[in-house]
């Protein structure tokens, strides 16, 4: 039905940067709330960044200033740009979308709670070395 597939994770240093994809199928991207969390071990999955159907955004405390979401409806890619990374950036990231026909919640516009979104893909590792 919805698939969403992670790619762009990795090893990097701390300072250094990466950009994570995520590629959408089975539905109408466009019209979809979509978001990045992230897991680290033995840590609650929390929201990263989130971004609305005409491209607002919103960011955790913790990421702002550092990390960009974006997307590119055209290719059905969702995008987070992460600079100035640090140890503590060391997660599992998801892509979540929220689709609003198919939610039992509701969606709502950039929202970084886990309940908000009702598709996930399998996620990507980020590792920070200091």
């Known amino acids: 039905q919805v698939q969403l597939v992670e790619s762009g994770g990795g090893s990097v240093q701390a300072g250094g940067s990466l950009r994570l994809s995520c590629t959408a199928s089975g539905y109408t991207y466009s019209s979809y709330y979509m978001a990045w969390f992230r897991q680290a071990p033995g840590k609650e999955r929390e929201g990263v960044a989130s971004?609305?159907?005409?491209?607002?955004?919103n960011y955790a405390d913790s990421v702002k200033g550092r990390f960009t979401i974006s997307k590119d409806n055209a290719k059905n890619t969702l995008y987070l740009q992460m600079n100035s990374l640090k140890p503590e950036d060391t997660a599992m990231y998801y892509c979540?979308?929220?689709?609003?026909?198919?939610?039992?919640?509701?969606?709502?516009?950039?929202?970084?709670?886990?309940?908000?979104?009702?598709?996930w893909g399998q996620g990507t590792q980020v590792t920070v070395s200091s």
């Open positions: 971004i609305d159907t005409v491209r607002n955004t």
């Open positions: 979540a979308a929220c689709a609003p026909d198919l939610s039992a919640v509701g969606c709502v516009a950039l929202s970084l709670a886990e309940r908000r979104y009702n598709f």
